[in-house]
């Protein structure tokens, strides 16, 4: 039965500041989408076949071994108008530690149809409507939070909340791989 997932980052010390956030907005403009979405940073999105599961758990672990823990710093809110997200973006030195795993991600799985997200940010709500942006940025406008980025996590969506769910991470292992040296014979 195919199934959809997500590949985020994500940090169990932003979900409940930015519950509080979406559930001030909820009370202003009432249910909108992502508002009981927990924060992330989304990687990636694809649907594919639950059998093939473990394959791709076994290259996210790969992956994560690669990678080092960082700081992510989150220091301003902002919108994509034409989509209706509002959103908590993160800071140029946060963005440029993010995107390099993002599009090594992304290559990874180049052979799934994605869903990529080549800008990292923290979304509040998406699809609001121009009213709802314009209340939610008068609401909002300053923040500064941080988390230690120190894994991916798998994400599997349940159809019947309408929510994804977090269902496996894979933590960073410092292991950078190790660079290929051509030799000599002689």
Not at 15 to 35: A, G, H, Q, R, T
Not at 46 to 67: A, G, H, N, R, V
Not at 131 to 151: M, R
């Amino acid at each position: 039965m195919e199934k959809t997932y997500s590949v985020v980052f994500y940090s169990k010390a932003l979900v409940e500041p930015v519950k509080k956030l979406k559930d001030f907005l909820k009370s202003k403009i009432n249910w909108y989408n992502s508002c009981n979405s927990e924060a992330h940073i989304t990687i990636c999105e694809f649907t594919i076949d639950e059998s093939e599961i473990d394959s791709i758990k076994k290259k996210l672990s790969k992956i994560s071994d690669t990678f080092t823990p960082f700081p992510v710093s989150l220091d301003h809110f902002d919108a994509f108008q034409n989509s209706g997200a509002f959103f908590i973006g993160v800071t140029k030195d946060s963005e440029n530690n993010l995107v390099p795993i993002m599009k090594k991600i992304h290559e990874t799985f180049k052979f799934l149809k994605l869903k990529k997200s080549d800008n990292p940010h923290l979304s509040i709500g998406r699809r609001l409507t121009p009213e709802n942006l314009k209340i939610a940025s008068e609401l909002f406008t300053t923040i500064n939070i941080e988390f230690e980025c120190n894994e991916i996590v798998l994400r599997e969506f349940d159809p019947k909340v309408k929510q994804f769910f977090v269902i496996d991470s894979f933590p960073f292992g410092s292991n950078p791989e190790p660079e290929f040296v051509q030799g000599s014979l002689f």
